[in-house]
């Protein structure tokens, strides 16, 4: 079988059940927690754009994982936060 991209498999999903399922086969319960974690980060800095360190307070995460989702979301040329953020709002 050939290498498929996990880009493709991901588009495919078409409910909310499927993703979570997907996902919960993909990662580890650590990894899940760690990408919810970040999602959280990236809304509170869109929305609600509070100093990093209220946000690692606010979430019980490190100032690092606040400063990493920063660089991404609002440095970055990718721009993926922002797509889906802007798509929800």
Known sequence: MKNINLNKPII????????????????TPSEIKALNERWNVAQLLYKEQLPYRDIAEKLKTSTTTVTRVARFLLNEPYQGYQTILKRIS
């Open 12 to 27: 495919t999903l078409q409910k909310e059940k499927e993703v979570k399922d997907f996902l919960t086969d993909l990662c």
